[in-house]
């Protein structure tokens, strides 16, 4: 997919090298074409390896998208620098009265704490509650699908007793939603995450449907009856080693961290590890944009 972004972003040059299509702004306007405009609401600490994983994974489509990432004012993290944010990010304000046709709130490293301690909550709340009127479908990644079921239809979290860290298997239900097209009846996906969602409050609720999930993990992927709000509790969007450099990023920390599990050959840290959900990764991202997005946004925003 040719993918628009600001001709200096340094992932733009990383997609480059891997052959994928990234459409800088001067070859963008010769194009009479009107892109789906998406914007990604990045509250990972790494925001850069985040743009990277993301492009990636929104690439494999025709259609031309435009990105608007967006950080937040209320909270300024210190591991990405000021003039990075100020070059390639907005904040709410920004955009709070344009219509985008997809957004992406991705996860954060703050499961623990409650939600309402977070200190972008507030802000977060606007922007989730600005979305139903201003964006076509709303996709939320870990700690923001968490944060998301929490505050559209009230589904709390739980703390569990052992972090669930490493690559697992979820089974697939209603197979005819075109979210997944594409899946196999199990996949793998990355996960990492200290809290769990209400398993009963989600099924007991009308509006929402559980198309994948395991007995022990609980819920892998949720969607709205209305499409408008997808939420996915995993890290479909992880590379490779995403894992791996956050198991050897704790041990140099001397933070307590396990082996994640279903990841390296034999268990062993010295391998490389087995990539083993991209295919679905690619399947999802696909059929959001397909579906959710371009076949339900209008042409032009009233």
């Keep these: 997919m040719p993918i628009k972004v600001k001709n200096n972003l340094p992932a733009k040059k990383i997609m480059e090298k ?5 459409m800088d702004e001067s070859r963008a306007v010769m194009q009479d ?11 990972m600490p790494l925001k850069e390896d985040t743009e990277v994983q993301l492009l990636r994974s929104l690439s494999n489509s025709p259609l031309q998208i435009e990105i608007t990432f967006l950080t ?5 993290g210190k591991n990405t620098p000021a003039s990075h944010l100020n070059e390639f990010y907005k904040t709410f304000e920004e ?5 985008f046709d997809g957004l992406i709130i991705t996860g954060a490293p703050i499961e623990q ?9 507030e802000e977060l709340t606007k922007i989730m509650d600005w979305s139903k009127t201003n964006v076509t479908s709303t996709m939320h990644i870990c700690w923001g699908a968490q944060a998301g079921l929490y505050y559209h239809y009230g589904v709390h979290k739980h703390l569990l007793k052992e972090k669930v860290f490493g690559v697992y298997e979820f089974k697939v239900h209603h197979r005819k939603e075109p979210l997944l097209r594409g899946f196999d009846d199990v996949f793998y996906s990355p996960h990492s ?6 398993h ?16 022990k993990l609980g819920e892998c992927i949720v969607i709205s009856k209305d499409g408008k709000q997808i939420f996915v509790l995993g890290h479909l969007e992880y590379d490779r080693l ?3 450099s956050e198991y050897k990023r704790d041990l140099k920390k001397h933070i307590p961290i396990t082996l994640p599990e279903n990841y390296y050959t034999n268990d062993d840290p010295n391998t490389k590890p087995l990539l083993r959900w991209r295919g679905a990764a690619n399947a999802l991202f696909s059929n959001w944009i397909n579906y959710y997005v371009y076949q339900n946004t209008p042409y032009e925003w009233e």
């Design 95 to 99: 955009v709070k009265n344009r219509k």
């Design 18 to 22: 891997e052959n994928i299509f990234m």
């Design 242 to 244: 995403t894992l791996d």
């Design 72 to 76: 937040t004012a209320s909270y300024i």
């Design 200 to 215: 009963d409050e989600i099924v007991n609720n009308e509006n929402l449907v559980v198309l994948a999930d395991d007995e």
């Design 33 to 43: 074409i009107r892109p789906l405009y998406i914007a990604v609401l990045n509250l």
């Design 113 to 121: 704490m409650e939600y309402e301690e977070v200190q972008y909550w």
């Design 193 to 198: 995450r200290y809290t769990v969602c209400d």
